[in-house]
């Protein structure tokens, strides 16, 4: 979606307004032209979309009948008001459904299915959390969790690597990971410093983002996941299962994410820094 030769034009025009509706427009024009390319790979989006929300619709028909109708009303409303965006925002990207060798493909693989799986399931914890039905915000992250490992098993086991979910994966993790800690926060689980501190690595990395794009005198540079970066997210998955089940013994976890995120922040800027002077 961001590409390089209109942001180029863009950030030497140093985003006028004028600049900036042209950018708009030509990557609107990209856009069309990749869903006109791939009508399949668009109908697969959709067609994953329809299945996982009558799914959805399922589950919370049988949360009404079984347990508390005005929990799935709510859970339903928010799960559709959420998807119909999420889905719309990943079609913007339809033009990177390629392998790792630029093969367009014509449909979402399983990897990608999981993928979207772990982004359709951001409203039902949130609604967990905010409902105070904290076994079942665990087990929602938990299996969460779980799909995130497992379609990046099967990516790499199989071959099954993307270009789109090299891109909406680690979305998807910062959007859950967004999601989780704002509802802590409103919640009262977590005060804003600890918030601030659970975020602090994502924060620093979408200012980082902001930057690259915007200053001209730096080029792009795409770098792969660190293992610091990993450190990080699983640390974070640690504090939000002692946030769920012993919330009294988060500080020292906290701690961790802390210095584990002040680290992979440098460990990415570093990089960084040695890959545009090469």
């Not at 950030?11 to 307004?17: G, I, P, Y």
């Not at 790979?41 to 329809?50: E, H, K, L, P």
């Not at 409103?186 to 690259?212: E, K, N, P, Q, Y």
Request: glycine share 6%.
């Amino acid at each position: 979606m961001f590409i390089e030769e209109y942001l180029v034009e863009l950030r030497r025009e140093r985003f006028a307004f004028p600049a900036l509706v042209r950018y708009v427009h030509r990557v609107g024009q990209r856009v069309r032209a990749d869903w006109l390319a791939n009508p399949n790979g668009v109908r697969s989006v959709w067609a994953v979309a329809i299945v996982y929300f009558a799914v959805v619709f399922l589950a919370c028909v049988g949360m009404a009948l079984a347990w508390d109708r005005d929990l799935a009303e709510h859970y339903l409303v928010q799960t559709a008001l959420w998807m119909l965006p999420a889905f719309a925002f990943v079609m913007l990207f339809v033009g990177h459904l390629r392998d790792e060798s630029g093969h367009r493909l014509s449909g979402l693989n399983l990897p990608l299915m999981l993928t979207l799986a772990r982004v359709s399931m951001v409203p039902g914890i949130a609604v967990f959390l905010v409902d105070r039905h904290f076994a079942w915000a665990f087990g929602v992250y938990v299996f969460a969790s779980l799909t995130d490992v497992l379609d990046g098993w099967l990516a790499r086991r199989a071959h099954w690597t993307t270009r789109l979910g090299a891109l909406i994966d680690p979305m998807a993790d910062r959007i859950f990971a967004v999601v989780a800690v704002i509802t802590f926060l409103d919640s009262g689980a977590l005060s804003f410093r600890a918030a601030l501190v659970m975020l602090s690595r994502d924060i620093m990395t979408a200012i980082g983002f902001v930057v690259a794009r915007a200053v001209t005198w730096l080029r792009p540079i795409h770098l792969r996941a660190r293992r610091a970066g990993k450190l990080v997210t699983a640390l974070q998955f640690i504090a939000f299962v002692v946030l769920l089940l012993a919330p009294q013994r988060i500080q020292p976890i906290l701690w961790l994410v802390g210095l584990a995120s002040a680290y992979s922040v440098s460990d990415y800027t570093l990089a960084l820094w040695h890959a545009r002077v090469r």
